[in-house]
């Protein structure tokens, strides 16, 4: 799957579409893919300021709990609820479908600091070298 | 996105399968110092292989768990002797090719580890021990059979064991061995010739809670790999695929089979755990037995039970359970959604008072408090065959 060049991406997996001062945020397909079968998303409600850097959901596969950190300040205009019962739409459809939350963002030329899509694939490149080393 | 439960980086040790893991594109992960396949997003991940089992087979590389061999020194009945001061349940009732779940105890009547003890030959025991307790398991056998008429071996690194289960785990093993599968009751085990290599060891065990066998095959890769691929060509039929430790842990957990380190550790005795129908006080002395004398008369403390989640939530280890007016009553040792009731389900120990059946009990879960209920357990029972008893 590839990854959308009008996204930026973080180290730890997540994706931020910005369109504005609204940014769109969910996980990376490399993310599910280490995540596994996805069961369970836990979602931050609308209002709920998020902090860059500070874990605002979690994201849970049948074997593990995973943390899911902001890429940008901002605020929550609107959680996925659809994923409340359909969490496997993460495996599915990550980079659309798998959105987790709309924010309005505090400065939306932060965003422009993440990596873009072909760093980000040879940020996973070797993150997958790690691990059959 | 980081894992919560992500394991320590050391340098874990390899089965000699471990090479073809990787080549099938397995997901690799630390389990007690042993570099282990956790799922095989090529068998359709954690979920796909769990329900494989269930319902076709699986195949499971569980050579990480040791074994220790037990045998006669000088005169006959000293590895007797020895396996029943060592362990809790009664060796002497064991038939020549017959399986016991037992464990080892401290002298305080907690766990050094779970064990399956096999009698082997007339004065012959197997002990299947746990990966992550190998050394402290081999370190403590020897210790404590010293002044027995024994000999100990240690070979953990000598077999390569494949777990073959689910209900056409036997249809696809039939294939690969001269070996009559179907007088081999479960629990106990024969040998026979498998995939040409004569007088392996066949168990009709396993960690699943599902009808399945353990081989024991010489730990070479290319015989380790050879009969891996036989196993996997003969069960294609019946929809094999390859298993990861993933799917282990939700099969046993259905099951509630305990897990060393979750369920039992030197911190948790027998009582408590719930294993007294492998615990035999009456069969004479042996190791923790006066410690569980003395917490029988006093009366437990906690309790394991099983929890179903009643409301949205995951409860995982270490979780802290409280009742109803919010006091910490309890903890969860392991919790995971169950893949064949659909249902989020939980072990954890709680005080005897709340262990009833129906019990309202509340699972922290990132600082919020789920409700959860206590269940009947095991969460999942296969339905026997008569031939499968």
């Not at chain 1, 459809?93 to 030329?109: E, F, N, Q, R, T």
């Not at chain 2, 020194?73 to 362990?87: C, N, S």
């Not at chain 2, 012959?124 to 059979?145: C, F, H, M, P, S």
């Not at chain 2, 380190?261 to 005795?269: D, K, L, P, R, V």
């Given at each position: 799957m590839g990854y959308?060049?009008?996204y930026r991406y973080t180290k730890d997996h997540e994706w931020i579409e910005a369109k504005g001062d609204v940014g769109t945020i969910g996980i990376t397909d490399y993310a599910q893919h280490e995540l596994g079968d996805v069961v369970f998303v836990e979602l931050p409600a609308a209002g709920t300021k998020l902090e860059a850097g500070k874990t605002f959901s979690s994201v849970e596969s049948v074997k593990a709990v995973s943390e899911i950190y902001a890429p940008a300040n901002g605020q929550v205009v609107e959680a996925n609820t659809a994923l409340q019962n359909?969490?496997?739409?993460?495996?599915?459809?990550?980079?659309?479908?798998?959105?987790?939350?709309?924010?309005?963002?505090?400065?939306?030329?932060?965003?422009?600091?993440?990596?873009?899509a072909a760093a980000y694939e040879a940020y996973v490149e070797e993150k997958k070298k790690e691990a059959s080393a | 996105m980081e894992s919560v439960n992500s394991p320590a980086n050391s340098t874990p040790r390899k089965t000699p399968l471990n090479a073809l893991h990787r080549r099938l594109g397995a997901k690799m992960v630390n389990f007690g110092g042993w570099d282990m396949p956790v799922e095989y997003p090529s068998s359709g991940g954690?979920?796909?292989?769990?329900?494989?089992?269930?319902?076709?087979?699986?195949?499971?590389?569980?050579?990480?768990?040791?074994?220790?061999?037990?045998?006669?020194?000088?005169?006959?009945?000293?590895?007797?002797?020895?396996?029943?001061?060592?362990?809790?349940?009664?060796?002497s009732k064991l038939a020549i090719g017959q399986a016991q779940y037992s464990a080892m105890l401290y002298p305080k009547g907690t766990f050094v580890d779970d064990v399956i003890v096999h009698r082997l030959?007339?004065?012959?025991?197997?002990?299947?021990?746990?990966?992550?307790?190998?050394?402290?398991?081999?370190?403590?056998?020897?210790?404590?059979?010293?002044?027995?008429d024994c000999v100990v071996e240690d070979l953990s690194d000598a077999y390569t064991q494949l777990a073959i289960q689910g209900p056409r785990g036997v249809d696809s093993l039939r294939k690969l061995t001269d070996a009559n599968l179907d007088v081999v009751?479960?629990?106990?085990?024969?040998h026979g010739t498998v995939c040409g290599l004569k007088n392996m060891l066949i168990a009709r065990t396993g960690y699943t809670g599902e009808d399945g066998f353990e081989i024991y095959v010489p730990s070479d890769v290319a015989t380790s790999e050879r009969v891996w691929n036989a196993v996997i060509e003969a069960g294609k039929e019946f929809g094999i695929v390859p298993c990861g430790l993933g799917a282990?842990?939700?099969?046993?957990l259905e099951s509630k089979m305990a897990l060393y380190?979750?369920?039992?550790?030197?911190?948790?005795?027998v009582w408590e755990a719930g294993l007294e129908r492998y615990c035999k006080m009456e069969k004479g002395d042996f190791t923790g037995r006066a410690a569980l004398e003395r917490a029988r008369t006093a009366g437990v403390q906690r309790m394991l039970v099983g929890l179903e989640m009643m409301e949205r939530g995951i409860a995982r280890e270490g979780y802290r359970c409280m009742n109803e007016s919010g006091e910490v009553i309890g903890v969860v040792t392991s919790g995971s959604p169950s893949?064949?009731?659909?249902?989020?389900?939980?072990?954890a120990y709680v005080p005897p008072a709340m262990s009833e059946l129906g019990t309202p009990v509340y699972v922290e879960i990132r600082s919020q408090r789920c409700k959860a209920q206590v269940v009947a357990t095991p969460f999942y029972k296969r339905l026997r065959k008569a031939s499968a008893n």
């Open positions: 959308p060049t009008e359909k969490p496997e739409t993460i495996n599915t459809d990550p980079h659309g479908g798998g959105w987790l939350v709309k924010v309005k963002l505090s400065k939306p030329a932060e965003v422009n600091s993440l990596m873009d | 954690l979920m796909a292989e769990h329900k494989a089992v269930r319902s076709g087979v699986g195949l499971f590389d569980v050579s990480h768990m040791g074994d220790i061999r037990i045998h006669t020194g000088k005169k006959p009945g000293g590895a007797l002797e020895a396996v029943q001061h060592l362990t809790m349940n009664d060796a030959g007339e004065d012959d025991y197997l002990l299947v021990i746990n990966a992550g307790t190998r050394e402290k398991d081999v370190t403590w056998v020897k210790q404590n059979t010293a002044k027995f009751k479960n629990y106990w085990f024969t282990r842990n939700t099969l046993r380190g979750h369920e039992i550790s030197e911190a948790i005795n893949p064949t009731l659909g249902k989020n389900i939980a072990l």
